[in-house]
Nanobody, 121 residues
């Protein structure tokens, strides 16, 4: 079993910042990559950002320049620093990890509860 636990969400005003964390644990031999998704009410889940084991990152256009991914490989943790938050960033944020050849949550469709981010004045 693999566990992915997100934390760090909350209510913030527009222009504010939050730092999300995702810790992977369980039967993990190696984590090839990790990614953050988000799902706003009434919308499909979307990929927000991803980071490889070598720390290469990619971001959806809407968050470029505002969100920054980083990871602590020793702690199997990935961080999403979110700055200059906008109301349209409001969503439940989820992480996924690629262990071996598959993305765990994408393959199992078990997304858990995620962490709620609400951007509102």
């Amino acid at each position: 079993q693999v566990q992915l636990v997100e934390s760090g969400g909350g209510l913030v005003q527009p222009g504010g910042s939050l730092r999300l964390s995702c810790v992977a644990s369980g039967r993990i031999s190696s984590i090839n990559a990790m990614a953050w998704y988000r799902q706003a009410p009434g919308k499909e889940r979307e990929l927000v950002a991803g980071i490889t084991s070598g720390a290469s990152t990619n971001y959806v256009d809407s968050v470029k320049g505002r969100f920054t991914l980083s990871r602590d490989n020793a702690k199997n943790t990935v961080f999403l620093q979110m700055n200059n938050l906008k109301p349209e960033d409001t969503a439940v944020y989820y992480c996924d990890g690629r262990f071996g050849n598959r993305w765990y949550r994408t393959a199992t469709n078990d997304w858990g509860q995620g962490t709620q981010v609400t951007v509102s004045s």
